[in-house]
Structure formats: structure tokens, C-alpha cells
């Protein structure tokens, strides 16, 4: 069996919607990105078996076959997409794992592209004839009772894990401050486009700040939530004969694992994930050097790190989405990119991990 690495890791800034990248279609935040991610490892369109690609507000078609054509990649490159919603980026990554590790290929981008500025409308139709209904959040359960707005999850998750405002506005804060120290350590990996080179959303955020927020569900406020945001994130995942022809810094991919739980508290499905990995790979949460755990909400982010039992220390160094943004389908993709080269600085092992609506969880595990 194949050992799969990735030598390549790459993203364009996050961008709140209707910002910069507002006249930009997912496919063309995509391609720079892409093209960026081959010229960091010394390779080209030639190479790649495939093209993975998690969009979760593309509406059908085939985004990554877009994404393909857009970035310039060989025809034969017919390009895969997956909607897992906000794990699909982090999915891709898996599924470039069992690709490689099969044999299948040995060349694989996979990441996730989203365009919240340029998605497209949706409306519900009906065969009596009643006019369309729009809507803003898909389904994600066949039980109206057990598929809450995103936002109330979250609050129900804050209350049953009696996790208070404050400390959720404690993390978004925390979130903010490391993303402003670490962004020259974050320029490498960020592809310019449209001029920008940097997330524009980081600031000084406080707790003063944070208390002005009023409330959207409960404790749940737009301080310690994650805006809805343009963006594009890739690794280039290969097997190891090509990573030591190749000669660039390296993550190993240990594992990775995809698990539901409970649909309506989707926050938590990553617990599961988490423990499953670790399980599997036979290491304690002691012993991961740096993790990467999506902050959809604070709340989330704290339920994650405190039932998985990974050191608080450890998680988010370069911050979180909450100082960044959430582009759906790329935010798995960016806690991989984020990873990778967290672990280029410091060695050791790493832990990726994202939920997704509908009680899904998702998490991987890098080792330089």
C-alpha cells in the first residue's frame, strides 16, 4: 500500500462576502489557487491523476470540472466534486488519501472553492402548481424537528455543554489576536488575487467588542460566529515515490475518517471523528502537536477541544474561521492548508477537524 503525502498546500485569502471577490466565480478563485499549489512542488498539469474539489452552493453542474478547465489542467482531467457541505473541503483531502493509497493515482489536488458572493438562488418547486418557494438553508434531515437553523444548533450545543457567552466570546477574541500575530507567517501560503494578499476580516477584536453583539439565538452573536465568505483551498497529494522524487517538505497523512452523529447538534459529530482517528492511529490526544478545529461558532470549536481532550494551547495557532471567514465548501480545505504548514515550523503531528450540518464530522491526521 501506498503511503500518501502532501508536498503542496495552498489558498486564497478568505474574503467576506460581497467583498473583493464579489464579481468572482468559485472556478476562478479556484485556479490561481490550483496552478499555485503545482508550482510550489515542481509540477504541472501532466502529473495529475485527478481533481477533487468540495463545493457546497455550486447548485449542481460539476464545479471541479470548472475548476479544471479554469486552472489550465490537461482535458483528460475530468475533475470530482463532493458535497458534504462545510466538511467537504477536508473530504477531499480522504478522498485523495484512498486514491493514492490504492494505486488509482499518484498525483491528486484536492481542496475545496466557494463563492458565497456568487451563489446561485434557490427555490423549492412544487407539482400543483404553487409558485416556487425560495430558501436559504438546504435540508439536511427528513425531520423538520431535527433539522434546526444552524444558528439555534449551536445555541442548543452551548446549553447542553453549559458553555456560556462568555467564554464563547473569549475564543472569538483569542481567535482574532493569533490571526493578527501570525500574519506573516500566514503570507506563504496565501495566493494573491484580486490584490489580496492578507484576510481582510482579522482585526482587534475584544470583549467589550463582543458584548455590543446582540444576540442571533441565545448565546449565539455575530462576534463569536463565523461571517459567510469567499475562498479556495488545495493540497497536492501524491504517493511517496513522487514526494521524495520531488524533494519538498512533506506531510505524511496518517489517516482520515468521515462519521455522523447526532443531526441536530451537528457541532459535536467531530468528537466522534476525532476519537475514531486517534483510535485508529494509536496516539493520544497528548501527543498531536498542533490541531486545526473548524470555529463555525465558538461553541462549537469549544465543544470540540474539550470532548476530544486536545490541549487548548495547541489549537488554531495561526487562528480560526472565526477571525477569517467560512467559504462552505473550502473551510475543511483551509484547516488542511493551515496544517500543513504548521508543521513544516514545528514537526511533529497534526489534526485537522471540521463539522458539517446534518451531524457529520470529519478529521485528519497529518505527520511531517
Known amino acids: 500500500m501506498t503511503q500518501p503525502c502532501i508536498v503542496a498546500a495552498m489558498r486564497s485569502a478568505v474574503v467576506p462576502m460581497?467583498?473583493?471577490?464579489?464579481?468572482?466565480?468559485?472556478?476562478?478563485?479556484?485556479?490561481?489557487?490550483?496552478?499555485?499549489?503545482?508550482?510550489?512542488?515542481?509540477?504541472?498539469?501532466?502529473d495529475i491523476g485527478e481533481l477533487i474539489v468540495g463545493n457546497a452552493l455550486g447548485a449542481g453542474g460539476n464545479p471541479a470540472r470548472l475548476c479544471a478547465l479554469a486552472a489550465d489542467l490537461p482535458e483528460r482531467v475530468a475533475?470530482?466534486?463532493?458535497?458534504?457541505?462545510?466538511?467537504?473541503?477536508l473530504d477531499a483531502l480522504v478522498l485523495a488519501d484512498a486514491l493514492i493509497r490504492s494505486g488509482q493515482a499518484e498525483v491528486v489536488i484536492a481542496g475545496g472553492a466557494e463563492s458565497y458572493s456568487r451563489r446561485p438562488e434557490r427555490a423549492e418547486t412544487f407539482a400543483d402548481g404553487r409558485p416556487a418557494r425560495p430558501y436559504a438553508q438546504a435540508r439536511f434531515t427528513p425531520w423538520p424537528?431535527?433539522?434546526p437553523d444552524m444558528h439555534t444548533a449551536a445555541d442548543a450545543l452551548a446549553h447542553s455543554l453549559g458553555i456560556p457567552r462568555a467564554d464563547q466570546d473569549a475564543w472569538a477574541v483569542q481567535s482574532h489576536a493569533r490571526a493578527l500575530n501570525a500574519r506573516p507567517r500566514l503570507a506563504p501560503e496565501i495566493v494573491g488575487i484580486n490584490g489580496i494578499e492578507q484576510?481582510?476580516?482579522?482585526?482587534?477584536?475584544?470583549?467589550?467588542?463582543?458584548?455590543?453583539?446582540?444576540?442571533?439565538?441565545?448565546?449565539?452573536?455575530?462576534?463569536?460566529?463565523?461571517?459567510?465568505?469567499?475562498?479556495?483551498?488545495?493540497?497536492?497529494?501524491?504517493?511517496?515515490?513522487?514526494?521524495?522524487?520531488?524533494?519538498?517538505?512533506?506531510?505524511?497523512?496518517?489517516?482520515?475518517?468521515?462519521?455522523?452523529g447526532r443531526p441536530d447538534l451537528p457541532g459535536l459529530a467531530p468528537v466522534a471523528a476525532i476519537k475514531k482517528l486517534l483510535q485508529d492511529a494509536a496516539i493520544t490526544?497528548?501527543?498531536?502537536t498542533v490541531a486545526e478545529v473548524m470555529e463555525a461558532y465558538a461553541a462549537q470549536a469549544i465543544a470540540c477541544v474539550t470532548q476530544s481532550g486536545i490541549?487548548?494551547?495547541?489549537?488554531?495557532?495561526?487562528?480560526g474561521s472565526l477571525a477569517r471567514g467560512h467559504p462552505i465548501g473550502a473551510s475543511g480545505a483551509i484547516n488542511a492548508v493551515r496544517l500543513y504548514h504548521e508543521l513544516a515550523t514545528r514537526g511533529g503531528q497534526g489534526l485537522a477537524a471540521i463539522a458539517a450540518a446534518g451531524g457529520i464530522g470529519t478529521a485528519l491526521l497529518l505527520r511531517a
Request: glycine share 12%; hydrophobic share 40%.
Open 18 to 46: 460581497n467583498g473583493a471577490f464579489a464579481d468572482l466565480q468559485f472556478h476562478e478563485i479556484a485556479a490561481p489557487v490550483i496552478r499555485a499549489s503545482l508550482a510550489a512542488c515542481g509540477l504541472d498539469g501532466a
Open 79 to 89: 475533475g470530482l466534486s463532493i458535497d458534504r457541505q462545510c466538511a467537504s473541503g
Open 145 to 147: 424537528d431535527r433539522d
Open 199 to 260: 484576510d481582510p476580516f482579522t482585526r482587534a477584536l475584544s470583549q467589550t467588542l463582543c458584548a455590543r453583539s446582540r444576540p442571533i439565538s441565545g448565546t449565539i452573536t455575530p462576534a463569536n460566529t463565523s461571517i459567510a465568505a469567499d475562498g479556495a483551498a488545495f493540497c497536492v497529494v501524491t504517493s511517496g515515490r513522487i514526494a521524495r522524487r520531488l524533494g519538498t517538505p512533506a506531510a505524511r497523512i496518517v489517516a482520515g475518517c468521515t462519521v455522523g
Open 285 to 288: 490526544p497528548d501527543q498531536i
Open 311 to 319: 490541549n487548548p494551547d495547541i489549537v488554531n495557532p495561526g487562528g
